[in-house]
């Protein structure tokens, strides 16, 4: 602490992932509906990323507050094919003969979801609607055990998939029934022995710490579990209780403080036991082994600008504006905006609905914010070189403040502006911190639903 200063108060660790900026709480109806034409006639368009949503999966977990449904009666993966086609068509139309894709992702709800078929045909959306070669350049795919089938990943390997990322959360099967996640550890094994099979170049999976029941020495078998199959990455995330979900139904059976405080020692120990294990610390949540091969997919951010999101709860990204279609946690909800997505017309994508500006200062929040929360840090260099400023100047306060709590690395480079270990140990709290008064007004409104 800085002689002379003021203590601050102590602050809880988990507070928001910050997996976006701004939160789609954020966002707001757009009353002039902007033509995508005129949305991207000026944006850089050589090095776009693509992102497509399935939003069904096979069962909901107890800690998912995602855009998803449970199960697809009949013929409704082929509706909702159908509208994304069109929607593709419409939003290619409006980028222009110029579109160029460096990267993909099909995330969800859980991709495969979709059949086999199902999913050579949304490869055939990207690529032969989009424009997008997505055997050519990094394509990340998320799944499940239950749908991680041989025939699945079959297409996806032939299709280029480079980077499978496969939703695990606990091999410890007492904790994923508390977890409302129902599986067992030897499915689980036998979805990664065919994920292997199959030789899809990136495997990463996620892990969930702070489960009810959870102890350091449970937290260990999962991830020894794990790294026994030597996966290329892997995601340790902090077990949340939210709103509208059926742990959010159940309450949190600690005090905040106890629960704060069991997580907070689970990182740490989860954190030690993969950087010993010649794993890289990417994030707080993401690890890289050191060893582990190039796809060309290692720098992929799809909070960047210049992301087209295709989908019913897919984000797009303009330097100026982010926009969407509505959100909901809420299984009605969701059903409902689903259907309102199946019914329209070709013409009825051609226009944003949803959104938020991010020019300004909301702009520099964004790239400090998605910047900071790496572990490799932020080039000053790169922030000047965009903004004309300097971050001290722009956010003095904050950053006065994570210094004073030991979040920032004192021993960084005089260029790099770069988080401590303590700092990336609470990026759940220092991210939401850098939000701007608005958007946390505009969040504080939003009617959940």
């Known amino acids: 602490m800085n002689p002379g200063s003021t203590a601050l108060a102590p602050v809880r660790p988990y507070q928001a992932y910050v997996y976006a900026y701004p939160h789609k709480t954020a966002y707001r109806p757009l009353p002039d509906r902007p033509d995508l034409r005129e949305l991207w006639a000026d944006e850089p368009k050589d090095a776009l990323s693509l992102y497509l949503h399935i939003p069904f999966c096979e069962v909901r977990c107890g800690f998912c507050n995602l855009f998803t449904r449970i199960g697809a009666p009949d013929g409704l993966t082929t509706a909702y094919l159908d509208a994304l086609e069109r929607q593709a068509e419409a939003v290619a139309g409006a980028l222009g003969d110029g579109a160029r894709f460096a ?11 979709l059949e086999a078929a199902e999913l050579e045909r949304l490869c055939d959306i990207a690529e032969r609607r989009m424009g997008a070669q997505v055997a050519a350049v990094p394509l990340s795919v998320e799944a499940s055990p239950a749908t991680a089938t041989a025939d699945r990943l079959a297409v996806l390997a032939r299709r280029g998939t480079t980077r499978l990322s496969l939703g695990v959360q606990s091999f410890v099967d007492e904790e994923a029934r508390s977890a409302v996640r129902p ?4 499915d689980v094994e036998a979805a990664l022995g065919r994920i292997r099979e199959a030789g899809i170049p990136v495997l990463n999976i996620d892990l969930i710490y702070g489960i009810d029941g959870q102890t350091e020495r ?12 030597r996966p290329e990455e892997l995601y340790l995330y902090p077990l949340y209780v939210r709103p509208l979900t059926g742990l959010g139904r159940r309450g949190v059976p600690e005090t905040d403080a106890e629960w704060d405080a069991r997580r907070l020692r689970l990182y740490r120990y989860g954190r030690d036991h993969l950087l010993a294990q010649g794993y890289e610390q990417v994030s707080m949540r993401m690890f890289r082994r050191a060893d582990a091969p190039a796809t060309g997919g290692e720098d992929y951010a799809c909070q960047t600008d210049g992301m087209i999101g295709l989908g019913c709860g897919a984000r ?16 009605r909800e969701i059903r409902g905006i689903i259907d309102d997505y199946l019914s329209r017309p070709a013409a009825d994508f051609a226009r944003a609905e949803h959104g938020r500006t991010t020019t300004g200062d909301e702009a520099r929040r964004r790239h400090l914010l998605q910047s900071l929360l790496q572990a490799q840090g932020m080039p000053l ?8 400023g300097d971050p001290a100047e722009d956010f003095p306060a904050e950053l006065a403040r994570f210094a004073e709590r030991g979040w920032l690395d004192s021993g960084a480079a ?21 939000f701007s008064p608005a958007v946390r007004a505009a969040m504080a409104a939003y009617d959940l639903k």
């Open 103 to 113: 990267g993909a992702a099909f995330g969800g709800g859980t991709p495969t979801f």
């Open 183 to 186: 599986q067992r550890r030897a």
């Open 218 to 229: 449970s937290w260990r078998r999962s991830l020894d579990a794990a790294l026994g199959w």
């Open 316 to 331: 797009s990204y303009t330097s100026g504006l982010h926009y969407s279609f509505d959100y909901a946690v809420e299984m």
């Open 381 to 388: 260099a790169d922030y000047r070189a965009r903004f004309a």
């Open 414 to 434: 005089p260029d790099l502006l770069r988080l401590s270990a303590e700092g990336l140990a609470y990026s759940d709290a220092l991210g939401p911190e850098l």
